[in-house]
């Protein structure tokens, strides 16, 4: 989802945020993994679309994330 500030990764499914791959900085390209999360026992990596540098990361590991829930911004 695109804002003012960049392109928003947003969870797809409730989930715990297991590990954080992607920092502030950080340049990425499409296909890269942001953040990996976990729901059923299972580790979900959570895909850019889009390539450039993370502007910001709103989520720490062990949170729980809903559906919805920004994870990152891409700049």
Same mark, same amino acid.
């Given at each position: 989802?695109?804002? %003012?500030? @960049?392109t928003?990764? =947003?969870a797809?499914? *409730?989930?715990? =945020?297991?590990?954080?791959i992607?920092?502030?900085?950080?340049?990425? %390209?499409?296909? #890269?993994?942001? =953040?990996?999360?976990?729901?059923?026992?299972? %580790?979900?990596?959570?895909?850019? #679309?889009?390539?450039?540098?993370?502007?910001?990361?709103? =989520? #720490? %590991?062990?949170?729980v994330?809903?559906? @919805?829930? *920004?994870?990152?911004?891409i700049?």
């Amino acid at each position: 989802m695109a804002s %003012e500030t @960049g392109t928003e990764i =947003v969870a797809e499914m *409730v989930a715990n =945020v297991v590990s954080i791959i992607a920092r502030p900085g950080h340049h990425l %390209e499409p296909g #890269d993994t942001i =953040v990996i999360l976990e729901s059923m026992k299972m %580790e979900i990596p959570v895909l850019t #679309d889009v390539g450039g540098v993370v502007q910001q990361v709103r =989520v #720490d %590991e062990g949170d729980v994330v809903q559906e @919805g829930d *920004v994870l990152a911004v891409i700049g």
